[in-house]
Structure formats: C-alpha cells, structure tokens
C-alpha cells in the first residue's frame, strides 16, 4: 500500500526546559524523533513529510543525516495547533495514498502497530490510534455514540465537560487517512475553541458528518504511545526502553544480573552464556563472543570481544570509530581502558590502571599494572612492567613503539619512540630507552648504582 507519513515535530516542548529541540533528545542513544524515523524506514513509505518549527534548522539536519528516506521538510511557522502542521504538509502529499500521521515526540511506537493502523484505514476510513488510560488527564477523549458505538467526535480535554472528562478512551496523537479527504478537511478547519488553535482532531466531527466511517485501532502496550513532554517522562520512556531491550536479550539466553540495571544506546550482539553483571553500559555496536563474562560497572562502545573474554569491573572499553577489538580468553581489568585502536590477540591480559591506544598485542602479552601502550605493536608473550610507558608523543608527531615476541620490560621504564625492542630483549627496571634494544640481551639505562663508605646523614644545628 502506498504511503504518505507526516511527522509532527514544530512543537516547542517548553516543559524539558533545554536549549535543544525536544524531538533531539536522546532515548536509548538515538534522538526521539530518530526512533520515530527508523519505524518509519521498516514501513516502506512513499513520502515521509516532517513537520518543523521550533529549533527547524537544527531538527531537520538531524533528520536527514539520520536516514536514508528522502524527507520533506516543510516548515510551520508560527505553530497555530496540529491541524495547522498538517496543513502546511499538505501539499506534499501525493494524493493517491493513504497518510499516517505520527508524532515526533511519540518514540516507540512499534511499525506493527503503525501498519496496523494504516491497514485500518484502508484508503477510506479515517482510523484513529486510542488507549485506554487511568488517568486520562490532558488528553483528547475519544467520544462515542451511546447507541451504535461508533467515534462521533475528539474532544480536546481543555474543551471537555466534566462528563466528557470521565471517558478513558483517548487520542493517542496517531491517525490515518485517505489523503484527498485529509486535505480538504484540515483546509476547512476553525479555531474556535479554548485554545485558538486549529486542532487536527476535529477532522474526526466532519467525517462523521460526511458518513466517512471513523475506525479506531489499540496499541499494543502504552509505551507505544507514551508522548516525551519533559525530563521525568523522558527518563521513564528510557527505563521502559531499556527493560524492553534487556528482555530480549533474555530471551536469547544472555544472563542480566539485573535487567533494571542495564542499559544499551545501540546495539549489543551476545553469543551463547554470557554473563554481564549490573550497571553496564554498552553504546555504537558492541560485539561478544561465546561465554564472555562482564564485571559491574563496565563501559563498552564500538568493541568486538572473542570467547571467554572476562571483563573485570570498572572497565572503560572505548572503539569509537577505529574499534577496539579483543581476542578469545582475554583477561581485562578490573580498572582497565582500552581507546580506540586497540587490537589484543589472543590470552592477554591487561590488568589494572592500563591504558591502550591504537595498539596491537600478539597471543599471551601482558601489561597486568600501572601502563601506558600507545601507537606500538608489541609481539607475542611480552611482559610490560608496572609503571612503564611507551613514550609516543613529541609535541608535534607521534611516533611507534615496535617490541619483538618474548621481550620482558621491567618497571617503571620510558621507552621514547620510535623505538624497537628486538625479540627476546630485556629491559631492565627503570630505564629510560632512547635508542633500539637488540634481541636476546639485557638493555639498562639509568645511572649505576654506587654506595658511600662512611657517608654521614646531616643533623640539626643546634643554636
Ligand atoms: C494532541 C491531540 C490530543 C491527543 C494528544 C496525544 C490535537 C488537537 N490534540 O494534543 O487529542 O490526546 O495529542 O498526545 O491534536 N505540533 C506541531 N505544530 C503545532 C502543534 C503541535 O507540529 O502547532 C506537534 C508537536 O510537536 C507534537 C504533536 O504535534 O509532536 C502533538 O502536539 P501537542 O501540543 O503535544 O498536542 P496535545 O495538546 O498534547
Ligand atoms: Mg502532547
């Protein structure tokens, strides 16, 4: 079935109390009107119509850096109510479809649900989406004929009689309709309500008087339908979000110490038996092997992590766009970070208060206390001492370390890149390493030690 979509996103969203424009918060680590945009790509839309006003300039570079749907912007200035927004879509709708209109701040509406109410429609009802609420308080009482049943009216709560206002059935902000007929009645629209604004509701009243029959579709749950209008609504949305997304991982077997714990802004791809203790949080796209264990506290983005990779808590793991990538049976952290670039082949294991950037380690090295790694490749089982550091950077250029397989570097060393430590080298403790280290000997650079026969410690002078 072709399809229009209208996006409202114009509103100011006055009650999040920000600089940036409502429908651009984050949920889950993707704007609002982002989800929204996603549902609207499964949909197989003809033309997607976004709505703006406040902050337009800003929300329509997000929308369409964010999907690959060509979008139509078209801009509603002032904004004078729903109607009006959809007024000024109106002319780009292409008339032979049916138009499903959808609300910017409206996240998670599921495209099941979306498609149920276009099919509702048909090309030739007016459908409306409605729930059920307790408390319906705020919202547009959907009002039906006593005897028959069917919708005669949207009553606005600010327009409703307190016996209207007893109804629990609402408008969820969610309609579709035959497009022809959705143009010519938003045109004759009036603003002679309470709010004088010129509501897309009312459309509801003309169809009934036109005997277009008015169907209602039900979402399947309220967080579909749930609106963002300020920060607590938006941090509940996000807690319901991610209790979702914590369920389906589940579901797939994945072992959440606490799902209420959890939390995901992208995607996370577990193989089977893993473990991920609470308040972890992964973001971009974060792929784990087989059996890979997560410690408390861990924070993961853009990484790829092999099988029996254990994970200590308080692990900072950050690939942004280079990725982080570390291989089968790998032991990090507790207090480990690993920065994008860092490439760990198999059994390694960096231990606490390391750092690793942009970095390769070959099978079985370790780097288990107090380190720096940055810009080098290092072979296989190289041992690095606590407090060592691969001084990588000049004040101008950064330079690599290159240290061959089964080189030992004791502790507390500076090896000043670019540098190579041959295979089998060793490094004695404390040393500042300026020039290469040949394979099999011991390197030490620091002064020797000598002792003072009959040295005497200062003393006080006494006045
Ligand atoms: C609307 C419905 C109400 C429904 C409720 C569900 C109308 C008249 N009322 O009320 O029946 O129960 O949603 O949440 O439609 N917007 C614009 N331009 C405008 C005004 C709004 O683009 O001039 C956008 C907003 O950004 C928002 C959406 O339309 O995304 C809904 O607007 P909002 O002001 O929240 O409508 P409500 O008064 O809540
Ligand atoms: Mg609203």
């Keep these: 079935m072709a399809l229009n979509v209208v996006i409202m ?5 006055t009650r999040m109390r920000s600089a940036t424009p409502k429908v651009l918060h984050q949920l889950g680590g993707r704007s609002l009107l982002q989800h929204v945009l996603d549902t609207v790509a499964v949909l197989g839309t003809t033309r997607t119509v976004l709505v703006t006003g406040h902050g337009a300039e800003q929300v329509e570079a997000s929308a369409s850096s964010g999907t690959k749907l060509g979008i139509t912007c078209v801009r509603q200035m002032p904004q004078l109510g729903t109607g009006h927004a959809v007024q000024q879509a109106a002319p780009a709708l292409s008339e032979a479809a049916t138009t499903l209109i959808l609300n910017g701040d409206v996240p998670l509406i599921r495209p099941a649900t979306a498609r149920a109410l276009a099919d509702a429609c048909g090309g030739q009802h007016l459908a409306l989406l409605t729930v059920t609420l307790t408390d ?14 069917t919708v005669s009216a ?8 307190n016996e209207q206002r007893e109804i629990r059935e609402v408008y969820t902000g969610m309609m579709a309709a035959p497009t022809a007929l959705l143009k010519r009645w ?12 010129y509501y897309l509701t009312d459309i509801v009243a003309m169809a009934v008087a036109e005997g277009v029959a008015v169907v209602t579709a039900s979402a399947g749950s309220d967080t579909e339908v749930l609106g963002v209008n300020s920060p607590a609504q938006l941090a509940d949305l996000e807690r319901r979000f991610q209790r979702q997304q914590a369920d389906q991982l589940l579901d797939v077997g994945t072992r959440l110490a606490d799902p209420a714990r959890f939390d995901l802004r992208g995607h ?10 609470v308040n972890c949080v992964f973001e971009g796209t974060v792929r784990l092997g087989d059996r890979v ?4 506290n861990c924070v993961i983005r853009n990484a790829e992590l092999g099988d029996d990779v254990v994970i200590h808590p308080m692990t900072h793991i950050d690939g942004d766009t280079a990725g982080v990538k570390v291989g089968a049976g790998s032991l990090i952290g507790p207090f480990a970070r690993l920065r994008p670039g860092a490439t760990l082949g198999r059994e390694v294991h960096i231990g606490n208060f390391v750092e690793v950037k942009n970095a390769s ?3 079985g090295a370790k780097a288990n206390h107090l380190a720096y790694l940055g810009d080098a490749s290092v072979g296989e089982r190289v041992n690095f001492g606590a407090g060592s550091i691969t001084a990588n950077y000049d004040g101008a250029n950064k330079h690599r370390t290159v240290i061959g397989n089964d080189v030992h570097v004791g502790s507390n060393c500076v090896l000043i890149a670019p540098i190579t430590l041959g295979d089998g080298a060793t490094i004695g403790g404390g040393s500042t390493i300026a020039k290469d280290a040949p394979e099999g000997q011991l390197t030490v650079a620091r002064a020797r030690q000598i002792s003072l026969k009959g040295w005497q410690r200062p003393v006080k002078t006494k006045r």
């Design 186 to 197: 938003v045109a004759a629209l009036r603003n002679d309500n309470v709010q004088q604004e």
């Design 9 to 13: 996103a114009a509103g100011k969203g």
């Design 361 to 363: 380690l070959a099978d």
């Design 136 to 149: 319906a308080t705020g919202y547009g009482r959907i009002v039906r004929n006593a005897a028959t049943g």
């Design 154 to 161: 949207i009553i606005e709560h600010k327009d409703a009689s």
């Design 293 to 296: 264990r997560i410690g408390a």
């Design 268 to 277: 996370l791809h577990c193989g089977q038996d893993v473990e991920i203790d």
